[in-house]
């Protein structure tokens, strides 16, 4: 199964441009930078887009260090970027980013307390 229609390099920017503004188009993959607070938030991170990659069945490239990760996504069958990575993106986008204190519902998200911040939202 092929990843489908690839993009050329200017529909990849235009789309990332219109639809994930913090991801960019690097040697023929988008990637996102995600900053966190430290190994355990790092790790809450990459298990993440673990599971979102794996219920996807696309699976990014992962670059992990102690206070961030990076995303890499290309269809290797497509070799090229299509909309399956650009829909695994806008998911691990969606929940990475969430904040839930910016929602009006009962959840009040992390506290504004540098003691239970994890993740350093853009």
């Known amino acids: ?3 489908g229609q690839t993009y050329t390099e200017a529909e990849v920017h ?3 441009a219109q639809t994930l503004p913090n991801w960019f188009y690097e040697r023929g ?3 996102r930078k995600y900053k966190t607070s430290g190994w355990k938030a ?4 990459v298990n993440t887009v673990g599971h979102l990659a794996e ?3 696309h699976h990014p490239d992962l670059t992990v260090s102690y206070a961030f990760v990076i995303v890499k996504l290309c269809t290797h069958d497509a070799k090229g970027i299509t909309d399956q990575d650009f829909e695994l993106a806008s998911k691990i986008e969606q929940v990475i980013a ?7 519902g009962a959840l009040t ?3 504004n307390d540098a003691r239970f911040k994890y993740i350093k939202y853009d």
């Open 1 to 3: 199964m092929t990843g």
């Open 14 to 16: 235009a789309k990332l």
């Open 29 to 31: 993959w988008i990637r």
């Open 42 to 45: 790092t790790l809450m991170v």
């Open 55 to 57: 219920a996807a069945w």
């Open 98 to 104: 969430w904040q839930p204190a910016l929602e009006e």
């Open 109 to 111: 998200g992390t506290p």
